[in-house]
Structure formats: C-alpha cells, structure tokens
C-alpha cells in the first residue's frame, strides 16, 4: 500500500517509549502541574531537621527556612521513587530551579553560598512515581564558617549544585555544560574519598551522554563506574539502575561493533542483574521497567516473539502498581508489533480500544495524555493506510496532527505531516503530497530530529519515483538510510525502496544486489512484510534482466504472502507483475499451443489485479479521491485489454468472447469519479447536509479562493525572486492545509448520512447492455490508449468490432498539436497550414481506421486520454471522395462512458418538466460597471474595458485576468433565445439578477432547458474552485458571492434535458488518469441534467452568441434534438466568412443522452 509503515519504526518505540519512564525531567513531557498551595503546606524547615514526605504524582509542597549571614547552607533532597524538582526563592523574590538527570534516584543538592539572610522557600514539586509508594526526605544543614570549613567540600557541593541548576534550564548548551559540571564534580569527591557522591555524579554524566550528546561508549563507561561505586556501598537498586542504563547505551552501541552476539549476550545479562536486584528489593516498578527495556531490546534485534513475552511480564507488573503510562506504552507497542508481523486488524483493533481508553481520561486537560492520544492516531493512521483504508488513515494522521500542532510538539507534527503526505502520495494526489511533505521537512529540521529527517527523506524518493524522476528518488533513499543504525530492521524497508528506483534507473544488478540483502535481512529480522517487498523488487529486477521464471516465482512468493497479510495493494501489483512475465514467457515460447496456455494464465493474474484494485477503490468514499486512487492502477486495466485482445489475436480471432471482456475491461476502467456521483445522487447526499456542515463547507471553499486568488495574484506581478518564492510556498501549503480539511469534510458527510453506507459500487455496462444502449441510427466508438498499442472498439446495436490503433504516445503528441492549433484563431495563412495538417493527422491516426465502419451514422465517441480535449466534430473524413469534418454527415456526441449513459437513462426523475427554459445572462462583475448608475445596456457596453484585441465581440467569456469585463453578446444572447419560446413564460435573469442566490433558491426543478452565458472560472489544480461566474454586486453597489462553485451545483435539483454552459472552458477541468475531465460536467450531471452543452477553450462572445442563437432556433422553433441543432449551428457559423475558422465554431461539444 503506501509508505506509511515506515511510521511504525523501530527507534520510535525505543526511545518515545523510555522517554515517559526515564528521561531526564528537562527533557520530558511530564505536566508539572501544582495543586494550590493551602497553609498547612507551607512547612517550616529547621536547620539539621530530617522531613519525610510521603508524595504522588505531580504534588508540589512550599518549605521555608530562615538563614543567618556569613552562614553556607546545604539542601539535601533524597528521592525515593518519585522525581522531584526544586525551585529556590530568594527573601528578593529571585527565583533558581534544580534537578539532577536521575529523575526517580539520588539526591537532590542546592547550596546557598554568599547569599543574602533572610526566609527562602523552597517549592518542591513531584512527578514521575515508580512505585505505589514514593517520597522524599528533605534535609538543610548549616555548614562550618568558610574560613574553617574545608573548602574541597564545599567546592564539591557547589559543582553538584550548579550541575543540577543547568540540567533544569533544560537547553542543549546548558545541559552540556551540565555534564562538563557532573564530570568535574566526580572527579572532586573522588579526591575527597566520597565514593557515594561521586557515584552519583557518575551517574548523573553518563545520563547526559546517554540522552543529550548520544556518546554510547562513554555513557556505558561512566555507568560503570558509578555501578562499581554503587556496588563497594551496597547501594544495589542504585546499581541496578547504573546497569540498566549500561543496557541501554550497548543497545544503542551495537551497530558500531563487529561482536555483537557477544554485546548482546552482556546487554542481557545486565538487564538479568538489574532485575533481580530491584525483586530481591520489592521494587516492582523498577521490574516493570526492565522488562519493559528487555522488549525493546529484542524488538531492535527484530526477535517478535521473544519481545512480546517480555511485553506481558511488563505489563502485568505495571498493573500490579496502577502505573497507567506503562500500561499504555505496552498496550501501544504490542499494536505496532501486530502492524509490523502483519496482524494488521488485530492492531487497529488494539489501537482503537487504546483510543478510548485515553479519550476517556480526557486528554484535553493533561498534555501527556493528548500527546500519547496523537500517537496512538498516528499508529493507527500507518494500519489503516496499510490496509488501503483511505477514509481512516486520512482522519487518523489529520487529527494526530491538530493534537500536535495544539501541544507545540514539532517533533510529533513532522511525523503526523508525513504520514498525510504518505497517505495522498498512496492515492495519486501528487501535488498534496508534495506540499505536505514540504511542511514536514521543515518541521522536522525544526525539531533536529534525524529519525523524522529520515523517514521524509524516503517518502520524498517515493514522490520523486511517483514523477519518473528517479534519480532524485535515489539520492532521496539513500540519504534516508543515513539515518538509520545498520542492522535495524526498518533499514530493509529503504534498501528495498533504493532497489525499486535502481531499476526504474536501469541500474538492475545493483537493484538485485539490493533487494537480496534487504531479503535476507527482512527474514533474519522475521518481518514477512519486507521479505515480501524485497522478494517483489528481486522480481522485477530478474523480470527486467529477462529471466522470467526466476521472476514469476519471486512474484508469486510475495503475492502469497501480501494476500496472507491483508495488503491488497500489493497483492494486486504482485498479480499484475505476474501477468506481463507470463505474457512475455508466451512471447517467446515457439510452441503455439503452450503459447496460449500462458497467454491464458496471464489473463487470468491480470484478471485478479483488476478485481483487488476494484475492492481497494471501495475503500475510499470521496469520489474525488477515489478517482486519483484509480489513476495510481489505471495501467492494470490497460494490461488485462491488451492480454485479452493478444489472446484474441493469437487464437485465430475465433474467441469473441475476448473482444467483449476487453471492451467491458474498458468501461470498468473509465469514468469511476462520474458513475460514483450519480450513484450517490440516488442518496440525495448534498440534500442530506445540515447546515452546520454546509457552512463549514462554504466557508473552507471561501478559505480556498481567497489563498488562491493570493497566490494568482503574486504569480501575475512577475519577477519571481527568493521572497516572492517564499510567500507562494506557504500559500501553497495553506490551500494544502485547506483542501485537507475539505476532504475530511467529505468524508464526515458521507459517514453521517445513513443512505450512503447501504450504497453499493455502481455497475459497469456489459457489451450486451451497451448494445441495448444504442439505436439503429448510431454508432459507438470506444478507445483505449495504450503504452505499446491502442484499440478501439466499433459498436452498433447488432454488431461489436475492434481496431488496432497506434501507441499512446504518438496518438497523443498529435492530440496536443490540434488542441493548441483549434483553441487559437488562425489569422495567416501558415497558422491555417499547419491547423490543416493537425486535423489531417489526428483523423489518420484514430478516425480514417474506421472510416468504412461507421457509414453515416450518428456517432457515439468514448473518448481517452488526449483525446477528450477534441471536438471529433471537426475531424475531417474522406467520404464518397470528399474530405469534409464529421459534422457533414452525421451528429457527433460524447460521452464518459457508456456506463454513464446507463445511469442517466435509469434515473428517476420527477416527470418531464412542464416549463422550457430558464436563463441566467449578463451578470454585473464590477462595481464599476455603468449599469449601477442607470445607463443603458448599450452604453454601458461601451464603457466598459474588455480583452478584446479586435472587436468588442472577440472578447473571451474566460474569467482569467484581473477584471472581470462584461459581456455584453449574453444579453442579446438571452434576449433573442427568450424570443423563440412560446408555450409559456421563461424565466430570464438578466444583470443583477442573474446573481448567484437566486439559482440556488430558484426551483430550476420545473426547467427543461437551463441555460448559462457569462464568464466561466476552471481550475485545473482545484476543481472544487470551478465556477460560473454571476453578479459580484447587487443593484447597490454591496459586494456578494458572485461564483457558482462546483460544492453549490452539486445541491442543485434539476430535471432538465439539456444544461448549456454558454462560457470558455466549461467542459475541461482537472486531468485525471482514465476519468477524463473532472469540473462542472460533473456536478451538473449529479444535479440531474441528462445532457451538457459545454465548450473546450476560451470562446469569443460575438460568435459563440450567434452559434446559440441559431441553437436554440432549430430547439425551440422546429423541435429538431440538440445533437442535430447543435450540428446545423455549427455548419452554419463554419460557412459564414467571419467565423469559418474552427476556433469560433468547434469548440462547444454535446455531452450525455442525445435521445
């Protein structure tokens, strides 16, 4: 699936899980919330007065004592499984805090030396119990005069002091000097013969090694000693500790030895050692703690099993105290095992009760809960995106990240930003994961954490591979593995995705060295997830060598384990795999018979691709999100047509049966985003939305626009330098930040409405259905582009043929040759050379095949890829020797799918409509516009700005550019299409009218025909921005939302024949892979029209009103269908002078039921 297990990794458990039972108490996150202080707290301290406080978590308690001139004072606080920080105040009201690294153990030492007499307080406050009983003993001593006292003494207390002083300030610089300070400090008491005061310095050193400056060596030398010391003492819980903090530093030590069996076996027996000491001590805390440590070691070596054994030791002892944190950290450690073992829905399982659990404790008072509650939704948004559960990985990683961002912790939003990256990268939303994981880079810089560093670092190669650039992809892997220890486990899971980029590089042997190293490590770690990937790569690369066998069983070794885990994703790219190397074995094999028997089989694993990935989109519930999953797996489809129709090929032609799976292969492989809405209209999901969640929809889209219009707008001002780079990129992370939210809304919509989870996928039309589609009048034609060839199925109501055509790539290159040539007006001679050559090729390559199949019949198009952007109107055709466009001889219509025109053709509507037309023109874009200030229609034409070149008529109806000119042509448009209705009164918005609140209340409902002539707004990027642009100022002059966004057009209730997008562009949009345009068409189509009228380029006013004048005419006045109107409008303009070029008559084409 995605590359979300790398959230799971090994360093975050071993050190986030320690962080809570023994970090340093500067560098932790524990609340150090105090209880308000009453009277009977604020204790008197006397000088050589012992005070024993029995203390729980997170107490704090104010001592006083009086102090004399000349005077030095000693406090001296010894902990007994309870860590407890101090806090000095002067008689002035200064303040100085302390706090040693060792938390729970050793004293705590404060020496007033040349300070003023008077009352000091001392606030102790507590935090971090082991044990069900914990304390404190509170002791201050007055030393001898200076001039008598021995000053060695003194000089060695003050060291102790202001070490403990700088470990509180809690910077790494302080608490470097801290260490500096601890080192100093041992070396004096040695001096002084103190063997109990320099073991704790020791101890105290080696901690700050240990978490501060990560010097594994020394910190295990100097704990150590301070075991050593501990042990002459017979202080052995101390010792204890010392060992266990050796444990630890090994641990981390073991990638920088070559004796590791022999490091390991030392590692357990200090844990052995120090557990024994704390049970012959009844230190059941401090057990549970050991054993907690034995269950990451063994984790780190990748020894499951064992580690789990010690989990439960560990947890049973943490009950035993009521220790909640440990608790958890195991409860959550055992549900990270289960995702890396593959017991993935056990995980989930265990993570969603630990969710509840902490809910329940309600985090939002205690920040330690909140930040364990973003964790704990991390983990689970790895499972769930592990398993392709989208909807769930999404919410999960989204509200881990608002958890994060509200506590400050960087570190843990880095992590939570990643994993939406990972999770949009898994779904083929390319540009929000770029964005994404641009704000996860910087937020991990900002923590200085390389473990986060380095999992972005290898979800920036997964991007960098997504976009072929796989070079970067292998700079980005390999700096990754920098990261990571050798021989740590997650280390497998990089080398494998550095071998997937070495191949696609061409680089396979060093791929396959690779991949068999992370193989072999992956099964020495018994992780069954990386042995499956590094199996697959080892496929591929053996696949792309030539050595096929080899290759399918690799293959077949990883699909097994895949399905075993629940990965349908991968099971699915497995079966894929398997397909193109059976094919290609076939290929070569010289026996005709075995050749078909493997073709045979090849269809069959494609067969299985296809049905995963099919069960993978039904996981997802926002079609647009859906329809980008679809496009990461497109090419599987392609494979299963192109298997079948070779398999055709190769048996003769005599198995028709082929030529029906791959034409159904087709439909199911086209058009998911549409069929997915139209099957949610039968829901009424818009109308289901309360008004809460509405207004947060509009007020997200609102968001949207105006940081895209922020961003447009630096964009045009040009002069692009290092500042202006900046500003875009974070209003670009800012529309990422909002259109995340706007998904999840989405999601929430469809979870809330009952109706929706009984929905099931929609259905794909069999060549049978498809069939029955079609009249005696039409015929279909139905392409598939290919990466090797492409075909194109001939479909009439009694007859199914199928034509090779040309590969992908040349069939496109001529597409966007014509596309630039027809959305241009040809003013020379040369411009209209080369448009004649575009036309001529194109029509080469995907019509004149054809040609002899289609007679004259009306023409159903199914388009793919480049091609949805023609109007195969223009196409010219050789017929009877004369070579004229299509529209010469027949009617052209297009559709997604024939699928979609299944779905149309079953809805329900409410009964014909019993009015004909509505219109919406010649909206008010400006404040400055004349017509607030009375003037004429025509006048004020005339005094508006326009962005024509030539004539006020070539004045595009695109909303591009800073002003907004009006268009005058939609008026007389409107006027004299108004004209043309008999039967009854038309509703006609002209001007403020035509404003964007009363289409939304209007009940359009009752229309047969809706028509819309003013600017049109399509956003490539963000097609929810999409919009028909209306009045943008009442008749006071008052600003007001003039756009119709897509969100607003999906809420409309229509029931008409035929919607008209009189404006430039209306029927492109976002370009997804095998769904075509994604925009406006849609969310008329969902609205309930059962056919558009919409334009492919900037249409210029003059002209396009005159085409839906004559429209209309042929309408509304002889009753001809809108196929064949539009087809007599369109020859008509192409044969007056003005107009004949294509650009003004070829761009608006008919989408949907022509019947």
């Known amino acids: 699936m995605c590359d979300c297990w790398q959230r799971a990794g090994w360093i975050t458990r071993f050190i986030g899980a320690l962080l809570a039972l023994m970090l340093p108490a500067s560098l932790s996150t524990w609340a150090q919330a105090s209880r308000p202080l009453v009277e009977s707290e604020q204790t008197r301290l006397n000088e050589g007065q012992l005070v024993s406080v029995s203390s729980h978590l997170a107490d704090s308690i104010e001592y006083r004592f009086e102090t004399t001139e000349n005077t030095i004072y000693l406090l001296q606080i010894d902990q007994r499984n309870v860590d407890v920080s101090v806090q000095l105040k002067s008689p002035g009201g200064a303040s100085k805090d302390f706090n040693s690294p060792l938390r729970q153990v050793g004293t705590e030492f404060v020496l007033l030396d040349q300070s003023p007499a008077g009352l000091y307080r001392v606030l102790l406050t507590t935090g971090g119990l082991t044990e069900p009983h914990g304390g404190y003993t509170v002791l201050v001593s007055a030393l001898e005069s200076a001039t008598t006292t021995n000053l060695r003494d003194i000089d060695a207390w003050r060291l102790m002091s202001d070490a403990a002083a700088a470990n509180a300030i809690g910077t790494a610089t302080a608490q470097k000097q801290a260490l500096k300070t601890y080192e100093k400090a041992a070396e004096a008491w040695h001096k002084l013969g103190n063997q109990k005061n320099q073991a704790q310095a020791l101890f105290s050193a080696a901690m700050l090694r240990y978490w501060v400056t990560g010097e594994w060596h020394a910190a295990d030398r100097l704990a150590g000693e301070a075991a050593n010391l501990y042990e002459k003492i017979q202080e052995p819980g101390l010792r204890a500790d010392a060992i266990l903090l050796q444990a630890m530093s090994l641990t981390e030590a073991l990638n920088e030895t070559e004796q590791k069996e022999m490091i390991l076996d030392t590692i357990s027996g ?126 999960s990683f989204s509200t881990a990240r608002s958890l994060h961002e509200k506590s400050g912790d960087i570190h843990g939003e880095a992590e939570s930003l990643r994993g939406i990256a990972a999770i949009y990268l898994d779904v083929g939303d390319l540009d929000l994961a770029r964005r994404f994981l641009h ?56 080398q494998v995705s550095l071998a997937k980029a070495y191949i696609a590089a061409g ?132 494979t299963h047509i192109d298997l ?22 087709s439909e199911r492989a086209r058009a998911r985003l549409t069929m997915d809405l139209l099957n949610e209209a039968t829901v009424d999901l818009q109308e289901s939305v309360d008004g809460i969640m509405a207004a947060e929809m509009n007020q997200l889209l609102d968001r949207l626009d105006s940081v895209h219009r922020q961003r447009e707008t630096l964009l045009r001002r040009g002069g692009v330098n290092k500042r202006v780079e900046d500003q875009l990129s974070v209003l670009s992370d800012r529309m990422a930040g909002v259109r995340n939210q706007i998904d999840l809304l989405q999601v929430k919509l469809r979870r809330s409405n009952s109706r929706y989870r009984t929905l099931t996928a929609p259905g794909t039309v069999s060549l049978a259905e498809i069939q029955d589609l079609i009249d005696d ?64 090729s194109i029509a080469h390559l995907v019509l004149q095949p054809v040609a002899s199949m289609i007679s004259n019949k009306r023409l159903i198009v199914v388009a793919d890829g480049s091609l949805n952007y023609l109007p195969f109107q223009s196409l010219p055709l050789d017929s009877d020797g004369m070579v004229q466009p299509l529209m010469a001889t027949r009617e052209v219509i297009a559709l997604p799918s024939m699928s979609v025109l299944a779905a149309l053709r079953e809805r329900k509507n409410s009964g014909r409509p019993v009015k004909t037309l509505a219109i919406f023109a010649d909206p008010v874009f400006e404040a400055s516009d004349p017509r607030l200030n009375g003037r004429a229609p025509r006048e004020a034409f005339e005094g508006t700005t326009t962005n024509a070149t030539l004539d006020p008529s070539f004045a595009t109806r695109s909303s591009l550019g800073r002003s907004l000119p009006r268009l005058i042509g939609t008026r007389d448009e409107a006027i004299a299409i108004t004209a043309l209705v008999k039967a009854d009164d038309p509703l006609v918005a002209l001007g403020f009218e035509a404003n964007r609140q009363k289409i939304l209340q209007q009940n359009l409902n009752e229309y047969r025909y809706v028509h819309f002539a003013t600017h049109g707004k399509i956003d490539r990027e963000t097609p929810a921005l999409s919009a028909l642009v209306l009045s943008r ?104 002078r003005r107009w004949r070029d294509p650009y003004f008559w070829s761009a608006f084409v008919l989408l949907g039921d022509w019947q």
């Open 1033 to 1136: 100022v009442d008749e006071h002059g008052n600003a007001q939302d003039g756009y119709l966004r897509l969100h607003d057009i999906y809420r409309l209730d229509l029931n008409a024949d035929l919607v008209v997008l009189s404006a430039c562009e209306t029927g492109l949009g976002r370009d997804i892979y095998g769904e075509g345009m994604i925009g406006l068409t849609q969310g008329f189509l969902y609205a309930g029209a059962r056919s558009l009228l919409v334009s492919l380029w900037d249409v210029p006013d003059g002209p396009t009103s005159e085409l839906m004048i004559r429209f209309y005419d042929q309408v509304l006045t002889h009753g001809v269908p809108p196929a064949a109107a539009l087809r007599h409008a369109q020859m008509s303009i192409s044969m007056d």
């Open 507 to 638: 680089d396979l042997n060093t791929a396959l060295d690779l991949a068999i190293e992370a193989r072999a490590e992956a099964a020495r770690a018994e992780s069954p997830r990386a042995e499956a990937d590094a199996l697959f790569q080892i496929g591929r690369a053996q696949f792309a060598l030539g050595e096929l066998p080899p290759s399918i069983d690799r293959f077949t070794e990883a699909m097994r384990t895949y399905a075993r885990l629940e990965l349908t994703g991968e099971e699915a790219d497995a079966a894929n795999a398997i397909a193109l190397a059976l094919a290609e074995l076939a290929r070569e094999n010289p026996d005709s018979d075995l050749r078909l028997h493997l073709l045979g089989d090849a269809v069959k694993q494609s067969e299985r691709a296809i049905f995963l990935v099919d069960g993978l989109l039904g996981k997802v519930s926002v079609p647009e999100l859906r329809a980008h999953y679809a496009a990461t797996r497109r090419g599987y489809y392609k």
């Open 270 to 395: 200090y844990l052995e050692q120090s557990y024994m000491a704390h049970k012959m001590l009844g230190n059941t805390g401090q057990r549970a703690r050991v054993r907690y440590f034995n269950a990451l070691s063994n984790l780190n070596a990748g020894r499951f099993e064992q580690a789990k054994l010690y989990y439960t030791e560990a947890a049973q002892l943490f009950s035993e105290i009521g220790n909640w944190p440990g608790q958890r950290n195991i409860l959550l450690d055992r549900a990270v095992i289960d995702i890396d073992t593959g017991d993935t829905w056990e995980a989930i399982k265990q993570l969603e009760e630990l969710r509840r659990l902490v809910h329940d404790r309600n985090p939002d008072t205690n920040r330690t809960d909140s930040n364990f509650l973003a964790t704990v939704l991390d983990q689970l948004g790895v499972a769930y995106g592990r398993l392709g559960h989208i909807d769930h990985a999404l919410d």
């Open 777 to 840: 009048s039409s015929v279909m034609l139905q392409y598939s582009l290919g990466e090797k060839r492409s075909f194109v199925w001939i479909v009439t109501n009694t007859s199914v043929r199928v034509v090779q055509l040309a590969d992908r790539a040349t069939i496109d290159a001529a597409a966007e040759r014509l596309f630039s040539s027809l959305r241009t007006l040809g003013l020379n001679a040369t411009a209209r050379s080369e448009q004649t050559v575009a036309l001529e």
């Open 644 to 665: 079948l129709m070779e398999h055709y090929q190769r048996s003769g032609k005599t198995n028709s049966k082929s030529v029906a799976e791959a034409l159904a292969t």
């Open 439 to 494: 704000q996860a880079q910087v937020a991990a810089k900002a923590s200085n954490n390389g473990r986060v560093l380095g999992v972005v670092h290898a979800t920036l190669g997964n991007l960098a591979y997504s976009e072929a650039n796989y070079e970067a992809a292998k700079e980005s892997h390999a700096q990754s593995l920098k990261w990571i220890p050798k021989d740590n486990p997650i280390r497998t899971h990089r």
